[in-house]
Nanobody, 125 residues
Framework: VQLQAFGGGLVQAGGSLRLSCVDS????????KGWFRQTPGKEREFVAA????????HIAGSVKGRFTISRDNDKNMVYLQMNSLKSEDTAVYFC???????????????????WGQGTLVTVSS
């Protein structure tokens, strides 16, 4: 499994950014995917997840209404659209895959086992 996240950068508060993640290592469409983030000195926290067929999404309360997760199984891609960014959204963002196939977004969080390299998002106030 090879996950690679990209699309991070510097953005002003109130702005938008879209992160992308490509999974080149397995049958992409069978696995739920998610995004997590981490800041120095803090534990990695859940941001968003999407079921294996996009039948469900699960968004953390801290970003609900601002962030949207989607996937394109034909391109082996999962996306995180981030709008109305705040300084507290500054973090390294990681994409992740479930360890078991055919999971919903809610179940994915309990079976996270594959991580990609992170991409840094910096929101300036």
């Amino acid at each position: 499994v090879q996950l690679q996240a990209f699309g991070g950068g510097l953005v002003q508060a109130g702005g938008s950014l879209r992160l992308s993640c490509v999974d080149s290592g397995r049958t992409f469409s069978n696995y739920a995917k998610g995004w997590f983030r981490q800041t120095p000195g803090k534990e990695r926290e859940f941001v968003a997840a999407i079921g294996w067929r996009s039948q469900s999404t699960h968004i953390a309360g801290s970003v609900k209404g601002r962030f949207t997760i989607s996937r394109d199984n034909d391109k082996n891609m999962v996306y995180l659209q981030m709008n109305s960014l705040k300084s507290e959204d500054t973090a390294v963002y990681f994409c992740a895959a479930a360890t078991k196939p055919y999971l919903s977004a809610q179940s994915m969080v309990r079976f996270v086992g594959t991580w990609g390299q992170g991409t840094l998002v910096t929101v300036s106030s």
